[in-house]
């Protein structure tokens, strides 16, 4: 059981970083092509 919440946890935390990795990329190649 520790296991399977350890890496519901692990895909939680994997899932959250790709999101705000996307999000932070989307934001810079805004501002390198606004300028």
Known sequence: MS???R???VL???SV???AGV???S???RLV???
Request: hydrophobic share 85%; net charge neutral.
């Open 23 to 25: 999000v932070v990329l």
């Open 3 to 5: 296991m399977l919440l």
């Open 27 to 29: 934001l810079v190649a």
């Open 12 to 14: 939680i935390a994997l």
């Open 33 to 35: 092509f606004a300028h």
């Open 7 to 9: 890496l519901l946890l």
């Open 17 to 19: 970083f790709t999101t």
